[in-house]
């Protein structure tokens, strides 16, 4: 399938926010686009950044060192075949109805809040999963022949429950080459003040 750019591929597909009335310091997501509006299970929801510039990360994001192990610096690409991609290619398969965005966190982080449009399926459980993004389950284990572009996320660069799944899904035949890793995760897309969603469901 043949990618757009983002501005391109969701103009052409979904909604983009009209521009803000004028505003002397704006906070878009580009030059050209102040936010987009992606399919959700609950209906649309628009990702923007906060308007506030002087608005700071606070939280559990906020801090900047976590005992290793377990919270270890993760390498840019988690296995073979796999690209790294940042938070306007997130945005271009959150939009784009053939593609799943996974969040791979368990459930006690998950609850804190989401990508707007991210499906959850627990690292622990993704490969009991792999029907959801178009494996189909056979003698041996999965055929995916049919499998989704999927893109995984987690916390943060520090975290290896996106990293881990990813592994585990290449090794039960999910095809690499489909596979999109954020490895900003949580972290990043709140460090530049995206919204994120509750994380329900």
Do not use: K
Not at 83 to 100: Q, R
Not at 149 to 170: E, K
């Amino acid at each position: 399938m043949t990618r757009l750019p983002i501005a391109a591929a969701l103009a052409a597909s979904f909604w983009i926010a009209a521009p803000l009335a004028a505003d002397p310091d704006p906070v878009y997501l580009t030059p050209d686009l102040p936010s987009v509006t992606v399919p959700t299970r609950t209906g649309m929801a628009e990702i923007a950044r906060n308007p506030d510039t002087d608005a700071v990360i606070e939280g559990e994001f906020a801090r900047t060192s976590r005992a290793c192990p377990p919270f270890c610096i993760q390498p840019m690409q988690p296995a073979p075949g796999v690209a790294t991609i940042g938070e306007l290619e997130l945005m271009e398969l959150l939009a784009d109805p053939e593609a799943v965005v996974v969040d791979s966190r368990v459930d006690d982080w998950f609850a804190q809040g989401t990508i707007p449009g991210a499906v959850h399926m627990p690292y622990t459980q993704i490969t009991d999963r792999l029907g959801e993004l178009g494996c189909e389950i056979d003698f041996d284990g999965w055929e995916c022949g049919g499998a989704v572009t999927v893109a995984l996320f987690c916390n943060g660069s520090w975290c290896g429950q996106s990293p881990t799944a990813i592994r585990a899904m290449i090794a039960a035949g999910y095809p690499a080459e489909r596979i999109r890793y954020y490895r900003g995760g949580m972290q990043a897309w709140q460090m530049l003040g995206l919204t994120v969603a509750g994380g329900e469901g």
